[in-house]
């Protein structure tokens, strides 16, 4: 098998849709590179973008995106939800398929310098981190683009300038694992209770071990929504997730009415969604069929398996 390695730049762009597909298109056009998906979201005002390449070409495409999102995007005209320091605002190396979590590290570092000379400052995060609080990415975003002059002159960043790209702001570049992005939809347009389920889920206040958790809300479905990021899904696998929501959600009064899938999730991540839902059955299709819809993925939008599972996504035949 070939190697590969996964990067997933995530671009404060939701809105304009040949703005992305020409982001996109820079990234395909490094040599052996393959752009999976595009994810955007208007509301959140924010995209993400799924490729995959051979260690030897994964920076050269995310340079590319990163170089054709600069000459396209102004933070000075962003709004949004999302937190976000710039217009390329989050790029993660992940080791994918016979490359380690160093060799994700060193494309990271490479990533940087090139990210840099554009002048675009920032720091890395993750394993890439060069201060052990900067392993958080929510740290490095903290104080976000409008608070980025002033972060620059108080915490030097690892690559570019000390100050801000006047329109692309920073950047946080990393190397992690893989990472599933599952936003859950709320019967109740009240961000108050959003939140603090938020904050019962997530790791850092006592919650489930390896789950960022915050709450907003999402005008596109015109309900308060719980948006989690899944830093190990192996020891919190998205059902687990919706199972616990459900119970702390009742407590409050409110039900989960769905969820969506940002990006791309890793099939044994499914698989375990099916072995919960459906234990004792046979029959591939059923269980997927169960998986889907014990995750709430089919209610708020449409989920296409075959184009959200990366293995399959990627042409891969792997059962169910």
Not at 212 to 235: F, K, M, P
């Amino acid at each position: 098998m070939s190697a590969l390695m996964e990067c997933v730049p995530n671009f404060s762009e939701g809105r304009d849709r040949a703005v992305l597909e020409d982001i996109a298109a820079a990234i395909a056009s490094a040599p052996g590179a393959r752009v999976l998906e595009i994810d955007a979201d208007p509301y959140a005002h924010r995209a993400v973008i799924t490729c995959f390449a051979p260690p030897e070409a994964i920076v050269e495409a995310a340079a590319r995106g990163v170089a054709q999102a600069i000459t396209t995007l102004d933070m000075r005209q962003h709004h949004g939800v999302h937190p976000r320091l710039g217009a390329a605002d989050v790029l993660p190396f992940v080791p994918w398929q016979g490359v380690t979590m160093h060799d994700a590290v060193l494309a990271a570092q490479a990533l940087g310098e090139r990210v840099g000379a554009l002048g675009v400052p920032g720091w890395f995060y993750g394993a890439a981190a060069t201060a052990a609080h900067r392993r958080l990415l929510h740290e490095v975003r903290r104080g976000e683009w409008e608070g980025l002059a002033e972060k620059l002159l108080r915490e030097p960043p690892d690559f570019g300038p000390n100050t801000p790209h006047p329109t692309a702001g920073g950047a946080a570049i990393g190397a992690r694992d893989v990472l599933i992005a599952f936003n859950l939809c709320l019967s109740t347009q009240d961000v108050r209770v959003a939140r603090r389920l938020a904050r019962s889920l997530r790791e850092l206040a006592g919650g489930l071990p390896a789950v960022r958790a915050i709450g907003w809300w999402h005008e596109g479905y015109g309900c308060a929504q719980v948006s989690t990021n899944l830093v190990d899904w192996r020891v919190t696998p998205p059902h687990v997730v919706v199972e616990r929501l459900k119970v702390l959600a009742a407590e409050l009064g409110v039900e989960v009415t769905g969820a969506e899938l940002i990006g791309l999730m890793p099939l044994g991540a499914l698989q375990a969604a099916a072995d919960f839902y459906a234990p004792d059955e046979p029959d591939a299709d059923a269980r997927l069929h169960a998986a889907v819809g014990g995750l709430g993925l089919s209610q708020i939008r449409p989920f296409h398996p075959r184009a959200k599972v990366i293995e399959w996504a990627l042409g891969g035949l792997e059962p169910l």
